[in-house]
Structures are given as structure tokens and as C-alpha cells.
């Protein structure tokens, strides 16, 4: 586990499939800690988890579930994720305590609507830090730059390009990615060349 910004930790799990880190997030707050995609921890990362306390595990979306059950049975957090992708992250095995709505406040993040890769999609905006959180919606890959997943993954590639595009009105510089690399300056840049990519 390494700290990548005041108050946010993370740790990674490589997949071999894709070739980069699926990341995991913790922001450390007063009123309880977030963990953020929860990717499968090693046992001394586990052991940080439960030693700093996890009081909600926030899903992006329905196939980010990862090690969220781990993390609820070890720390008693609270799993959360948007209503329209409960039911396939429950096909899936999924413990699931809450429903994500958009606009929600969770501690000092806001929840953000970016459907098309599924319906239920959401990202975390932190405008305080000027910060993005995103799980499926863009990947930073390869790093330093960002791109999408491959279409047949997506249930809406049309939808979800016109969410990415709707993101650059948020005020933002950090991008942290649960897929790849994240990008720590000039996110909003990278973020541009890839809507700049997209059809017309």
C-alpha cells in the first residue's frame, strides 16, 4: 500500500489479461475511511486495512466488485454501488449493504453519472482537491495516457463516449483510475485527447 496524495492510499493487483494494475483506493476521512474498487490485497495490505478501519466499500460499477466481500467480512464495511448494476454485481457473488445514487455525498466525494459501459456506472468527484476517481469509463492505458475499453465490453460505446465527454466540465486535474495508470497532473488534458479521438 503506498500513499499517492494527502489522505489517499492504494494498492494494485496485476492482471495478466490486460497487461496493467487494476488499482484499489482508500481516502482516509473523519467520519469513516473509504476504500474505493477494493482489489485483492495481499495479506500485509489486509492487515493495514483492518488496522486503519474501513467503513464503506464504493463500487464504480457492477464488475468492480473485486475484493469488496474480503474487505466487508474483515472490516465490517459497508458495500455500496448504484441500483441499475446490483443485481449482475449480486449474480456475481456480491455483498451488497447500500444503494449509490447520483449526486450523493460520501464523505468529502460526490458521485457522478457515467453510463455506458453499464447503466449504473458512476465516477468520484472530490472538487475540493480537484480530483476524479473512475472505474471502468476510461483506462490509463497506455500510461500517461487514456483511452477505453474495448467495445464489446460496453452496453452502450455511444453512451459512454458522450458520458466521458460530459466529465470535462468537471473541474479537474488528477485522474485516478481503477484500470492502468493513474494520471496525477493535467488529467483534464489527457481526458480532452481522448474525447478529441472520438466520432464526430
Not at 464495511?77 to 448504484?82: D, F, M, P, S, Y
Not at 454485481?89 to 455483498?95: P, V
Not at 447500500?98 to 447503466?119: C, I, N, R, T
Not at 458522450?162 to 470535462?168: A, I
Request: glycine content about 8%; proline content about 5%.
Amino acid at each position: 500500500m503506498r500513499t499517492i496524495a494527502n489522505d489517499i492510499l492504494t494498492w494494485s493487483w496485476f492482471s495478466e489479461p490486460h497487461g496493467y494494475d487494476f488499482n484499489g483506493f482508500l481516502i482516509t476521512d473523519r467520519s469513516g475511511n473509504l476504500s474505493i474498487d477494493p482489489v485483492e490485497p495481499s495479506e500485509q495490505v489486509l492487515h493495514e486495512l483492518v488496522q486503519r478501519g474501513v467503513s464503506r466499500n464504493l463500487l464504480t460499477n457492477r464488475n468492480h466488485v473485486r475484493a469488496a466481500n474480503r474487505l466487508r467480512a474483515s472490516t465490517g464495511a459497508r458495500t455500496a454501488i448504484h441500483p441499475d448494476d446490483a443485481a449482475y454485481a449480486r449474480g456475481q457473488g456480491a455483498e451488497l449493504d447500500d444503494e449509490l445514487q447520483v449526486g450523493e455525498k460520501v464523505g468529502a466525494l460526490v458521485a457522478v453519472a457515467v453510463p455506458g459501459k453499464s447503466l449504473g456506472e458512476v465516477a468520484f468527484y472530490w472538487p475540493e482537491r480537484k480530483l476524479l476517481i473512475v472505474g471502468d469509463a476510461v483506462v490509463g492505458n497506455p500510461p500517461g495516457r487514456l483511452s477505453l475499453l474495448r467495445e464489446k465490453v460496453m452496453d452502450d460505446p455511444a453512451r459512454l463516449r458522450e458520458s466521458v465527454r460530459r466529465l470535462l466540465a468537471l473541474d479537474f486535474d488528477t485522474l485516478l483510475v481503477g484500470d492502468g495508470v493513474c494520471v496525477h497532473h493535467d488529467a483534464k488534458q489527457r481526458l480532452q485527447e481522448l474525447v478529441d479521438t472520438f466520432p464526430k
